[in-house]
């Protein structure tokens, strides 16, 4: 067994967090008793695939229906043969090579010859779990479960957020294999059930696609409604822009001692309710045609930032909102190239 942690906070310092750290451990021992003590139970497991290759289309080997363990070697079946979901009543004779036998016969051009039927079962499985604890201000309100598909990393996983008190993230590999061999062990899609809330509104999922949506997908599979007693009462909230000033030229100076010539301009924005008052407000953008390196990359150049995000308090009621804005482009990038442990190109 072999556990560790992560300081998250190291990447994303924030002063109302006080705690943002991971926790894994490696290696677990996995229990399963009704495997220990009735032995596994052997059906076929694979998949039919309409993509790639006509000979990898299909494949076919041997797992344990009830905690999803794999004989080593897992075997390479006769998909015609044997029909996924059936159970396995052939034999465990199948044998791999030692390693350095082959890697002996690697280095003469020798590639050794898969085992078709399936090896012994191995003696002690064994898992990981995962957690990710927020103390402190979290970006979500809500809570889900998820159930992995047959490809998943991650078996099961769960998520607990309570806003500005934190957030828990839970992870298991291989543990839970028993569950998501009942509930979803077809596709290569993982399923989430689950509920957040944000923008005055909460939303569900129930058993839906966790990384697609489709057309045919009943209603009753993911919604909203709107919570917030405004939207009933003033009517549904709507920006407008109402104005923006003319891009003006400044030049952002960073303390590596590199200059960027970055265009700036404040845009006014409106926030109306059917009933209601209006709040105005101005923001800020700025935009880099070549961008401002802020994270190196050794085989895909530097990345930069090339638009700006909005800048809220300055107004063209100040004369000198231009250099304003310079300086806030400026401690933004430094703030990241720090964050990122950016090293400036030397001089030519």
């Known amino acids: ?11 994303r310092p924030d002063p109302r967090v006080l705690l943002h750290r991971s ?27 309409q993509y790639g290759r006509s000979e990898e289309r299909r494949k076919r080997w041997v797992a344990c229906d009830r905690c999803g363990v794999r004989p080593e070697p897992q075997g390479d079946l006769n998909p015609d043969e044997w029909p996924l979901g059936t159970p396995y009543t052939g034999p465990h004779n199948g044998r791999l090579l ?25 003696t002690n499985p064994t898992g990981g779990l995962a957690a990710e604890l927020v103390i402190g201000r979290s970006h979500s309100i809500g809570a889900d479960v998820k159930v992995g598909n047959p490809s998943s990393e991650n078996v099961l996983a769960a998520h607990i957020g309570l806003g500005p008190a934190g957030a828990l993230y839970l992870s298991s590999e291989r543990f839970g294999t028993w569950i998501q061999r009942r509930l979803n062990n077809e596709g290569y899609e993982s399923r989430q ?12 999922n129930l058993w839906a696609h966790r990384d697609e949506h489709r057309a045919d997908d009943p209603k009753w599979m993911r919604g909203t409604v709107h919570i917030d007693p405004r939207h009933h009462l003033l009517g549904p909230a709507k920006n407008y822009k109402v104005s923006e000033t003319e891009k003006v030229p400044v030049t952002v100076y960073m303390p590596e001692g590199d200059t960027h010539d970055v265009l700036v301009h404040l845009e006014q924005w409106e926030t109306r309710r059917t009933r209601g008052r ?4 101005w923001t800020a953008q700025w935009d880099c045609k070549k961008g401002i390196p802020v994270r190196n990359h050794d085989w895909k150049g530097d990345e930069t ?41 030397e001089a030519a």
């Open 1 to 11: 067994m072999h556990t560790f942690t992560i300081d998250r906070s190291k990447d």
């Open 23 to 49: 926790y894994y451990v490696n290696d677990l021992p996995r229990l399963m008793p009704l495997c220990r003590l009735f032995g596994h139970k052997p059906v076929v497991d694979g998949y039919d695939s």
């Open 98 to 122: 030692p390693r350095q036998a082959a890697r002996q016969l690697a280095k003469r051009g020798i590639t050794p010859a898969y085992p078709k039927n399936p090896g012994p079962w191995p």
């Open 193 to 204: 059930t689950g509920f957040s809330i944000h923008h005055g509104r909460i939303w569900w």
């Open 278 to 281: 209006a709040r105005t407000y």
């Open 305 to 345: 930032y090339s638009c700006a995000w909005g800048i809220e308090g300055v107004t063209p009621d100040n004369p000198r909102w231009p250099y304003i804005l310079a300086a806030k482009a400026a401690e933004q990038c430094t703030r990241d190239r720090a964050r990122y442990g950016y090293r400036a190109p």
